[in-house]
């Protein structure tokens, strides 16, 4: 058994829960990204892998491969500004959603809403960006 501050008697155990779950979740996450680090990796060594024995092959598959690599990186530049899209537009409406929110809620403080004005911007920042500025090749 352990004291708090005040004198009472607090369960070890329940002292452990969220310090276990901590070290849990942390290691979880960890080997999570270091597994999908490894996986882009073998992705990575086997495209190329494949990409030389094409264009060892003949000269039409030296032009085959390159035509396939353009794709694939044109390909992700696409899938990226959607992405940067998508979390522009969610950013936004968060940003909405808080304002909204606390307009609701606090009455006290008449200004406390355009704590909102801060995700809403970075949405709107995030969907300029992908709009306006991105490369569009």
């Known amino acids: ?3 708090d501050g005040d004198g009472t008697i607090v369960p070890v155990a329940a002292m452990l829960v969220p310090i276990v779950g901590s070290i849990a979740l942390f290691s ?3 080997v999570a990204a270091w597994a999908d680090a490894r996986r882009k990796e073998r992705e990575a060594y086997y495209t190329s892998e494949t990409l030389k024995k094409i264009a060892e092959t003949s000269g039409d598959g030296a032009k085959a ?7 694939q990186e044109h390909n992700f530049m696409l899938r990226r ?8 537009l969610i950013t936004l409406a968060v940003g909405i959603g808080v304002m909204v ?5 606090v009455h006290d403080e008449p200004a406390a809403y355009l704590v909102g004005l801060i995700p809403l911007l970075i ?3 995030l969907l300029v960006y992908a709009y306006v500025l ?3 090749e």
């Open 1 to 3: 058994m352990a004291f």
């Open 81 to 88: 500004r959607d992405g940067q899209r998508l979390g522009g």
């Open 123 to 125: 949405g709107v920042a």
């Open 28 to 30: 979880f996450l960890a």
């Open 101 to 105: 929110f606390l307009k609701a809620i």
């Open 65 to 71: 491969a390159m035509d396939m690599l353009h794709e």
């Open 134 to 136: 991105a490369p569009k």
